[in-house]
């Protein structure tokens, strides 16, 4: 049924996601100053890893993030994890029922799902006004990783991805991160709960307006 459904549901989120994600572009361009931190953070993970240093290590916390991401979004979708391993370039986690429409989901979330990104956002909740700063850096750390692997581990070779299908699997990803950008950016403005509803409220609205708009077009060229 989800296969089905797939297409009609990954268009209209990519449609809606761009929709929403350029009013927040358009604030960011005209406040980038509220944005500054997370630069800083990007830029300098960005050189520590153009000198080379800390390599080894690095090569082995992208592995264990990819693995790590099938994990939490397989238990999020009751998936029984029966191994999780992690390695220097090589990696595995298996698992066993659950829902079966979630596939999509846990094979594709270590190309979208910014984990650690997302870790410190909800933790930015909870510090002191005076302390964004500090958690506005580490976002910009952890989005600069996220933006690495996804750089360093997409492509066909991935089995997560021919098992999808790279069409598929391309539409889904797009998608994953206008939101997960989206996200992103509203979090800094606002904090990453309101954002998240903020979002919801945005998308929601427009589903409903566009449905409409989809469902007078198909009546009035069936003459009813």
């Known amino acids: 049924m989800f296969r089905l459904l797939f297409f009609p549901l990954i268009i209209a989120t990519l449609a809606v996601g761009i929709t929403e994600i350029?009013?927040?572009a358009e604030w960011l361009?005209?406040?980038?100053i509220k944005y500054q931190y997370v630069g800083m953070g990007m830029a300098g993970y960005?050189?520590?890893t153009l000198l080379g240093f800390f390599?080894?290590?690095?090569?082995?916390?992208r592995t264990f993030s990819h693995e790590l991401s099938h994990t939490i979004v397989?238990?999020?979708?009751?998936?029984?994890?029966?191994?999780f391993e992690a390695g220097v370039g090589s990696g595995v986690m298996s698992h066993s029922g659950g829902l079966?429409?979630?596939t999509i989901f846990i094979s594709l979330a270590p190309y979208c799902?910014?984990?650690?990104?997302?870790?410190?956002?909800f933790l930015r909740e909870l510090g002191a006004t005076s302390s964004l700063y500090i958690f506005d850096i580490i976002i910009g750390v952890t989005t600069a990783f996220h933006i690495g692997c996804f750089r360093r581990q997409i492509g066909l070779h991935q089995t997560d991805i021919t098992s999808v299908g790279a069409f598929r699997s391309a539409l889904f990803i797009v998608a994953m991160w206008i939101v997960n950008l989206s996200v992103l950016l509203l979090s800094i403005r606002m904090g990453v709960l309101k954002a998240f509803k903020t979002l919801a409220v945005e998308y929601y609205e427009?589903?409903?307006v566009w449905s409409k708009v989809a469902l007078d077009f198909v009546m009035s060229h069936l003459g009813i």
């Open 29 to 32: 361009i005209a406040h980038p």
């Open 113 to 121: 799902l910014p984990i650690f990104t997302y870790l410190f956002l």
């Open 22 to 24: 350029i009013p927040i």
């Open 206 to 208: 427009d589903l409903v």
């Open 46 to 48: 960005f050189i520590v």
């Open 74 to 83: 397989g238990m999020m979708f009751f998936r029984k994890i029966h191994s």
């Open 100 to 102: 079966r429409f979630g």
């Open 55 to 61: 390599k080894k290590n690095l090569e082995w916390v």
